[in-house]
């Protein structure tokens, strides 16, 4: 059963930092792009990040760009969003999605609240 | 920045047939901007039903039906089902970038 699990968010200042992960099981995590995705409360699905199966190629969202990293380990069957200089704007729920035909799967969804 | 514009909403009665669309500012979706379409429901993560404009995921129930409309992307919904109430996103390529329409709630009455 594939399987993708978020962790990582919580309440952070602004201009903090907050590091996610999202672990992935069920299927062979290398041979699948990968995708970070955001809900603020209350709004729609925003795109965040992408990165390839190898990890050779990455895009980013012009309002994360400079301040979130993608990567992914595949040898931890694990996907990462490091998140820098954090605003009131980035509190969303953050989910994972895997990119197999079309992006089949998603996590559950790890909350990040941006608040002084 | 491309914008992907979908009806905010739309109310069908059970049984009945409908359409949503989704468009970009940049001119005709074709099946080069790989158009997906999601459910999500309250509460819940998405769910995806359509992926590369028509192709059906194998949960996707044999009612919805993706294809490219004029100059947007499409997903109808035949013999709606009280279930069916949700907001619906489509997700487009566009080029080094996904974009979401604003999403669709689609109301059963």
């Known amino acids: 059963e594939v399987q993708l699990v978020e962790s990582g968010g919580g309440l952070v200042q602004p201009g903090g930092s907050l590091r996610l992960s999202c672990a992935a099981s069920?299927?062979?995590?290398?041979?699948?792009?990968m995708n970070w995705v955001r809900q603020a409360p209350g709004k729609g699905l925003e795109w965040v990040s992408y990165i390839s199966s190898s990890g050779s190629t990455i895009y980013y969202a012009d309002s994360v760009k400079g301040r979130f990293t993608i990567s992914r380990d595949n040898a931890k069957n694990s996907l990462y969003l490091q998140m820098n200089s954090l605003r009131a704007e980035d509190t969303a729920i953050y989910y994972c999605?895997?990119?197999?035909?079309?992006?089949?799967?998603w996590g559950q969804g790890t909350l990040v609240t941006v608040s002084s | 920045q491309t914008v992907v514009t979908q009806e905010p909403s739309l109310t069908v009665s059970p049984g009945g047939t409908v359409t949503l669309t989704c468009a970009s500012s940049?001119?005709?979706?074709?099946?080069?901007?790989?158009p997906n379409w999601f459910q999500q429901k309250p509460g819940q993560a998405p769910r995806a039903l359509i992926y590369?404009?028509?192709n059906k995921h194998s949960w996707t129930p044999a009612r919805f039906s993706g294809s490219l409309l004029g100059d947007k992307a499409a997903l109808t919904l035949s013999g709606v089902q009280p279930e069916d109430e949700a907001e619906y996103y489509c997700l487009l390529y566009c080029g080094g970038a996904w974009v979401f329409g604003g999403g669709t709630k689609l109301t059963v009455l």
């Open positions: 999605a895997r990119a197999g035909f079309g992006w089949d799967y």
């Open positions: 590369s404009t028509s």
């Open positions: 940049t001119g005709t979706v074709t099946s080069g901007y790989y």
């Open positions: 069920g299927f062979t995590f290398s041979s699948y792009e």
